[in-house]
């Protein structure tokens, strides 16, 4: 199972495992991370899954569809070049071992 992990603001690493194919909201929810909150359930309607994905990983992720980019105009943490919302990027063998950082606030 692939593994991520979510870096808080304050520096403390939460490293969870999920099913090939999760969603990083869905796997941060499951395992209880602090600072994704997946309001929508994942439907890219409300960016409180906005994660910061490491650089490193930026080759490994799926486009930024049209619903995710309007909706990274909505975070309430900055928008970054590492920006993306947690529930349209799915785990698999060619993100295992992502490293994201939460953003300070999501609502």
Partial sequence: ?????FTQ?????DVV???EGTSLM???VTNGVDGIVGECGGQAMCATCHVYVRAEFAAAL?????DEEEMLDCTSAER???????CQVAVGAGLDGVVVD????QV
């Fill in 17 to 19: 495992t999920a099913v």
């Fill in 80 to 86: 970054t070049a590492r920006s993306r919302l947690g």
């Fill in 1 to 5: 199972m692939p593994t991520i992990t």
């Fill in 102 to 105: 939460v953003p300070a606030g």
């Fill in 62 to 66: 799926p486009e930024i569809g049209d």
């Fill in 9 to 13: 603001p304050d520096g403390r690493a």
């Fill in 26 to 28: 869905r796997a941060a």
